[in-house]
């Protein structure tokens, strides 16, 4: 997973989903999901504009363990 | 998907792709008194290459020092990108145009400036002297978005463009579908620009995953294809482009690195670079990725970038100017253990990509001083353009072709016709992905193309393989009309695909003409492993001609010295 969301956090509020490049954030009811992480660019767009710290980043091991 | 409606819309000048070209280009246009819209597939707040934000500005700035004069850049672009940049058309779309750029910049609000309020320069890619301004272009993309709503501009997000269309051999307008609710556009205009970057997830990326990219993976040729498809003359097209990215993480670094004086050694701890170019690891970037080639291949590898000997003050700008251009490059490098003192990265050479073979021109539509394309009404700018590269020219010539599109809308007293016949054709082709219960994903048959690219031409060519390429890829055809998508974003990918497909070919037929090498590996030709400046030193144009013929011609470029 990249860009990951903690749904404990977020309020819905939609910017991850309306700022991603990628089109890989959807909102699913009040609560913003990493639908595509394979398509995750790693740009940050989302975690830049998240005002609730509900976005971190996990990167896969393919990029770490090679 | 249900109920999909459909809007006609008209305007005097469209941007398609309001990238960071693209969006100077709109406040060019703005300002002369034109109607603007700006249609992109993503958002224009956080969209294409800086999305996520962007650290040098490249600039000549006449302060006096020999190297700090419009003559002195010029020759440098003359010298790193020779046979690419044209030069007269540079002088009018960079030249004439940065200082009001570098103005500009910072009037919407995003300062070029350090903390100290001084201006800080560095060199690298062969410069012969520091031109690129180190920033805080965090904001810059957001900042522009403010900055044309501003001028009133309108703003189509979420729709991609799929086709452009003539109208007695001039244009007419485009269509395009939006990514989330389905609807479909016709749109109408006296002029457009062309912004849409270069084409990425054509060639295998390091660890598999054709996202993990350099550059913008949402930048996939839509618009070089479908100018092509409407006979806009295309140059350029034959380069294939690669950096030098931290291993398992292709993201830009490069200029920041070097910049500020790392190092690129190998597992013997030696620095190589002097030994394949006399600027060592301040060399042009071809030469850079064209030495790691060698010391990987010769079996010196892994690679590392040094940066044990930085003072500690630069090392910290170092990474705080890694952290503007990629968001997330600091943790993951703390992820993969680099302790920021000294730290020994491991670094490798990026997926290629098709696009400019130097940071100092484009790749994509043939451009004249006039940022004007070959059929009137059709202009370019940025990475999609044949003569821009990077934020100073995407910025400074973006503006550039939204006046001159402007002038152009200006003078153009009626908008053409779209042809009803047409648009309903495509708007049935458009969905037609949907349809289909049964077929392969845009997923399968992208990762075929990139099979093919990456054993043909990513990076070595020869006449032979470069055929065998387009044998593979002619034989592919088929399968474009059996692809599925299951929902509006795979629909979006599909065409993305099928896009990817047919730039890859324009890119095989145009290197198949270009009998030499140049700016290796960009180009480098097996069989003509030698640059041949009497013959080629020049842009391959590649168009389709009305009957459907595609042919290349070779306009000659001459420079001083
Ligand atoms: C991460 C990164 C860092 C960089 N750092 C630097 C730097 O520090 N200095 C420098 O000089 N250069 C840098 N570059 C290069 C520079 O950013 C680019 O050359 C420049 O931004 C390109 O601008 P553009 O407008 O041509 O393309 P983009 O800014 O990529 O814009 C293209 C736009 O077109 C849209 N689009 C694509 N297809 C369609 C379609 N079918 N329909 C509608 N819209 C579409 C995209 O969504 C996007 O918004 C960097 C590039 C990257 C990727
Ligand atoms: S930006 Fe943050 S709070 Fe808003 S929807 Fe996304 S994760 Fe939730
Ligand atoms: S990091 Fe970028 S590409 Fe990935 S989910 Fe966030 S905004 Fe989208």
């Given amino acids: 997973m990249p860009a990951v969301i903690d749904a404990s956090k977020c309020n819905g509020c939609e910017l991850c989903d309306l700022y991603c490049p990628l089109d890989v954030i959807h909102m699913e009811g009040e609560v913003a999901v990493v639908r595509y992480p394979d398509e995750c660019w790693h740009c940050g767009a989302c975690r830049q504009e998240c005002a609730r710290g509900a976005v971190s980043f996990r990167f896969p091991l393919a990029m770490l363990g090679v | ?561």
């Fill in chain 2, 1 to 561: 998907m249900g109920s999909r409606s459909s809007h006609d819309l008209e305007t005097d000048v469209a941007i398609i792709g309001g990238g960071t070209a693209g969006l100077n280009s709109a406040m060019a246009a703005a300002q002369a008194g034109c109607r603007v819209l700006i249609v992109d597939k993503a958002n224009i707040v956080h969209s294409g290459a800086i999305a996520g934000g962007i650290d040098h500005f490249m600039a000549f700035l006449e302060t006096g020092e020999p190297w700090d004069t419009r003559e002195a850049y010029l020759g440098w672009v003359g010298s790193v990108a020779r046979g690419a940049a044209d030069l007269e058309v540079q002088e009018a779309v960079y030249c004439d145009e940065l200082k009001e750029a570098l103005e500009r910049v910072e009037r919407i609000g995003v300062s070029l400036r350090q903390p100290d309020g001084k201006i800080f320069r560095t060199a690298a890619l062969g410069q012969p002297g520091p031109y690129a301004i180190n920033f805080d272009g965090k904001k810059l993309k957001p900042k522009m978005a403010i900055e044309v709503r501003r001028r009133k501009c309108r703003v189509l997000n979420r729709v991609q463009v799929t086709n452009l269309y003539l109208h007695d051999g001039e244009l007419a307008g485009f269509t395009g579908f939006d990514i989330r609710s389905g609807d479909f556009y016709r749109i109408r205009a006296k002029a457009v620009v062309i912004a849409t970057g270069n084409t990425n997830r054509m060639f295998n990326a390091q660890v598999g995953n054709p996202f993990n990219l350099w550059y913008c993976p949402a930048n996939t040729g839509d618009l070089h294809r479908a100018a092509f498809d409407a006979g806009v003359a295309l140059a350029n097209m034959e380069y294939v482009r690669m950096t030098i990215v931290p291993k398992g993480f292709s993201t830009p670094g490069f200029n920041a690195f070097f910049g500020m004086g790392a190092q690129l050694v190998n597992s013997l701890r030696e620095p190589f670079m002097k030994n394949y170019h006399e600027m060592g690891n301040k060399a042009p970037r071809n030469f850079i990725v064209w030495g790691a080639l060698q010391e990987l291949k010769e079996g010196r590898g892994p690679i590392y970038m040094d940066c044990g000997h930085l003072k500690a003050k630069d090392l910290e700008h170092l990474f705080r100017t890694l952290g503007i251009d990629k968001d997330t490059l600091p943790e993951f490098l703390l992820a993969k253990g680099y302790a920021k003192d000294g730290a020994m990265i491991e670094m490798t050479v990026s997926e290629p990509m098709q696009a400019r073979p130097s940071e100092v021109c484009g790749s994509g539509i043939r451009i004249g001083r006039d940022c004007a394309s070959n059929v009137p009404g059709i202009f370019a700018a940025g990475d999609a353009s044949d003569q821009m590269g990077c934020l100073h020219m995407a910025t400074a010539g973006g503006f550039a072709a939204g006046r001159h599109a402007a002038a152009y809308a200006k003078k153009t007293a009626h908008r053409r016709p779209l042809a009803t016949k047409a648009m309903a054709e495509e708007q049935a082709r458009v969905f037609r992905p949907l349809e289909r219960k049964s077929g392969s994903t845009y997923r399968e048959f992208e990762t075929i193309v990139r099979q093919i690219c990456s054993d043909h031409f990513g990076p070595v060519k020869t006449e032979l393989s470069l055929k065998a390429a387009l044998e593979k890829l002619g034989r592919l055809d088929a399968a474009r009309d059996e692809l599925k998508a299951d929902n509006l974003h795979e629909l979006m990918r599909t065409h993305e695909a099928m896009n990817i497909h047919a730039v890859s070919k324009i890119s095989a037929t145009a290197a198949l003409a270009r009998r030499e090498t140049r700016f290796p590996p960009y180009h480098y030709r097996a069989d003509y492993p030698l640059s041949d400046d009497e013959n080629f030193c020049g842009l391959m144009v590649i168009q389709k001609q009305p009957g459907g013929d595609v042919t290349t011609r070779l306009d000659k470029l001459r420079y001083a010295g």
